[in-house]
């Protein structure tokens, strides 16, 4: 019997609906499609970022150095970077629908000011009863270390919880250790993924 839901963070619940800034700043500095998110996820900094190696504002301070970048200029870049991304609140609504029934988590690999974001910019903090952040235990998804956090935290046996993540290896990490697991598209009924599962989905 399914006893927690875990979610992926960005991707999931926070999604890139606009990637016209990024592409504005790629073009201006002359780097590829994609590349801002290259250099910021993907680089060898972005991933000590992400296992909390470094901080959220060194990753950017290191941006701005590489791409020779005045304070105004990143400063404007880091802000057109994010300004696309739009918060799913009908997805929120589903997964605060969810308890207290089941419980609720979420698996990000991110960067330490997360818990931030979510506690204060966003106010969803609350909608989770257990937070695992890659930058906060230093190991980041696909590794089953951070999947058994989670379970620990949440006090759940893994073939009773159900994970969420927009990436297909993430998906495959968390089955390889008993998990169930939904990949995550814009185009999935969610809902309908758990009622298969065997979950009880308010208002669906």
């Known amino acids: 019997m399914i006893k927690a839901v875990i979610f992926d963070f960005g991707g999931v619940i926070l999604r890139t609906q606009s990637w016209t800034g990024r592409r504005k700043w ?13 250099l910021v996820f993907n680089s060898q900094m972005g991933r000590q970022a992400q296992h909390g190696k470094i901080s959220y504002r060194q990753l950017w301070r290191w941006v701005g150095d590489f791409l020779h970048l005045s ?11 994010w300004a696309g991304d739009v918060l ?6 589903m997964i605060r629908g969810l308890r207290p029934r089941y419980h609720t988590g979420l698996i990000s690999n991110a960067f330490d ?16 009863d257990v937070i695992v952040i890659s930058a906060e235990e230093g190991v980041m998804k696909p590794d089953p270390r951070l999947y058994h956090i989670a379970l620990e935290r949440l006090g759940c046996r893994p073939e009773e919880t159900v994970f969420i993540d927009d990436f297909a290896h993430n998906i495959a990490g968390a089955q390889a250790i008993g998990m169930h697991g939904v990949h995550f598209r814009p185009q999935v009924d969610l809902a309908q993924e758990l009622k298969k599962l065997g979950l009880q989905v308010e208002g669906h």
């Open 113 to 128: 000011d997360l818990r931030d974001v979510l506690t204060h910019q966003l106010a969803i903090a609350d909608a989770f």
């Open 71 to 81: 304070a105004a200029d990143l400063q404007a870049f880091e802000a057109d970077f």
């Open 88 to 93: 799913d609140s009908q997805l929120v609504a």
């Open 26 to 38: 790629e073009q201006r500095l002359g780097l590829d499609e994609h590349g801002a998110e290259q």
